[in-house]
């Protein structure tokens, strides 16, 4: 929110023209031309009315912030009835599907620093998009993805999947823009899952409006993710977790995060072992990933992907005895995966 205090009478239209300017660099474009060109004697500026809401208010302020967010913002009409046509078309086809938020798309691998074993085209061409980013550090690709930071592949997702007891005939719902490598990349994903949907497939026509604006689509896709069955999120970004906090907040959906520190070295020595050994890693590797209840601590984790103070009704209690434990809850998470049957 931002004021004039002005001492000097100003026709109608500048005032109404004054008070809809961008946010962006409001006092070089609207103050100073209007002190040029208006001799308006004095501009006062307020700055303190669009802050987002700190994070130390009162709990009753917090509980309003964060149910805010969940029940009274909104996508636009046709976003929003876009979102839930696709959501019908797969609920049509499946009880129950994965939605999988790929984020394997060429800014991403480029900004992340790692290498898929593309040769000197990948490293050209991831290349030059880094040069976008004039303050990117040098990143060693092989020390990034030991210590977890590279997105899988889509068959490396295809695989964690399969590991963890979907079977080939579950329904797809990928969330993604342009997949560095397209078709070729997505093939070994398709070959694993042949019930293999996107926005693209589930509407044609519908979608050309939007097909402008990357992020409509994301939002088309955000909704088509958020009443999945089942999500999977391959990066750590500010989608994935509010995805995650939502479908927490709204009832508990499960939200799979792949391991991808401990899975990297894992897909790197898979086929130096069968396929039993290599599934039962592989569920080894996700305890504690796979979306779980899990008690928090106030202060712990993120407000978007752990919205605390929206679903958390009484104090955090220290005495261990009221708590069965991670290991109990773990395995409670694994045997409900592997029991989940997608038709």
């Given at each position: 929110?931002?004021?004039?205090?002005?001492?000097?009478?100003?026709?109608?239209?500048?005032?109404?023209?004054?008070?809809?300017?961008?946010?962006?660099?409001?006092?070089?474009?609207?103050?100073?031309?209007?002190?040029?060109?208006?001799?308006?004697?004095?501009?006062v500026?307020?700055?303190?009315?669009?802050?987002?809401?700190?994070?130390?208010?009162?709990?009753?302020?917090?509980?309003?912030?964060?149910?805010?967010?969940?029940?009274?913002?909104?996508?636009?009409?046709?976003?929003?009835?876009?979102?839930?046509?696709?959501?019908?078309?797969?609920?049509?086809?499946?009880?129950?599907?994965?939605?999988?938020?790929?984020r394997f798309e060429p800014?991403?691998?480029?900004?992340?620093?790692?290498?898929?074993?593309?040769?000197?085209?990948?490293?050209?061409?991831?290349?030059?998009?880094?040069?976008r980013w004039a303050t990117l550090p040098d990143l060693s690709p092989d020390g990034e993805r030991k210590r977890g930071k590279c997105p899988?592949?889509?068959h490396e997702v295809g695989l964690m999947l399969r590991a963890l007891g979907f079977a080939n005939d579950t329904y797809l719902y990928v969330a993604s823009g342009?997949?560095?490598?397209?078709?070729?990349?997505?093939?070994?994903?398709?070959?694993?899952?042949?019930?293999?949907?996107?926005?693209?497939t589930l509407a044609n026509e519908e979608l050309k409006?939007?097909?402008?604006?990357?992020?409509?689509?994301?939002?088309?896709?955000?909704?088509?993710?958020?009443?999945?069955?089942?999500f999977v999120t391959n990066n750590n970004g500010n989608m994935a977790k509010i995805l995650a906090g939502r479908r927490r907040y709204m009832g508990h959906k499960r939200t799979i995060r792949p391991n991808a520190k401990k899975l990297s070295?894992?897909?790197?020595?898979?086929?130096?072992?069968?396929?039993e050994t290599f599934a039962r890693k592989?569920?080894?590797?996700q305890k504690g990933f796979m979306g779980e209840p899990d008690e928090m601590r106030p202060g712990r984790g993120e407000f978007l992907e752990t919205p605390y103070s929206c679903i958390c009704e009484k104090p955090f209690n220290d005495d261990e005895t009221s708590y069965n434990g991670d290991h109990q809850s773990e395995q409670v998470a694994m045997e409900s995966v592997a029991k989940i049957k997608f038709t």
């Open positions: 929110m931002r004021m004039h205090l002005i001492q000097k009478t100003v026709n109608t239209e500048f005032w109404y023209s004054s008070c809809i300017i961008p946010h962006r660099n409001w006092f070089q474009f609207a103050a100073v031309e209007a002190i040029n060109t208006h001799e308006i004697l004095q501009v500026q307020l700055t303190k009315f669009d802050y987002r809401l700190a994070n130390d208010l009162d709990e009753e302020l917090q509980k309003l912030r964060c149910r805010v967010n969940y029940h009274a913002l909104r996508f636009t009409k046709p976003i929003q009835e876009l979102g839930q046509r696709l959501v019908f078309r797969m609920q049509q086809m499946a009880k129950r599907f994965i939605a999988i938020h790929l800014d991403m691998l480029a900004f992340s620093g790692c290498y898929y074993g593309g040769g000197e085209k990948e490293r050209y061409e991831l290349g030059e998009i880094r040069k899988l592949t889509p342009e997949i560095y490598g397209g078709e070729e990349t997505l093939q070994p994903l398709r070959e694993l899952f042949p019930n293999f949907y996107t926005k693209e409006p939007f097909l402008p604006f990357s992020s409509r689509l994301a939002a088309i896709d955000y909704i088509v993710c958020d009443e999945s069955d089942v070295a894992l897909f790197m020595a898979r086929h130096q072992m069968d396929w592989v569920k080894s590797c």
